[in-house]
């Protein structure tokens, strides 16, 4: 895994896609959480139901606190 400063990644929830700060098109504040997104469309496809998108994440053996 390469160490690039501040050039951590977050998945966006509706696609699977990887993106980061610099890459996302949108973000999305969602219970105190920033989610970013490759798109426009997928920030809204996630404002519109965001416990579907989220649910179909969860995580093996991670609790989310
Ligand atoms: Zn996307």
Do not use: I, W
């Amino acid at each position: 895994m390469k160490h690039r400063h501040n050039e951590r990644t977050f998945k966006d929830p509706v696609c699977g896609m990887e993106v980061s700060r610099m890459t996302a098109a949108e973000e999305c504040v969602y219970q105190g959480k920033t989610y970013y997104f490759c798109a426009g469309t997928c920030r809204e496809a996630f404002a519109a139901d965001p416990e579907k998108y989220l649910r179909h994440h969860r995580q093996h053996g991670m609790k989310q606190k």
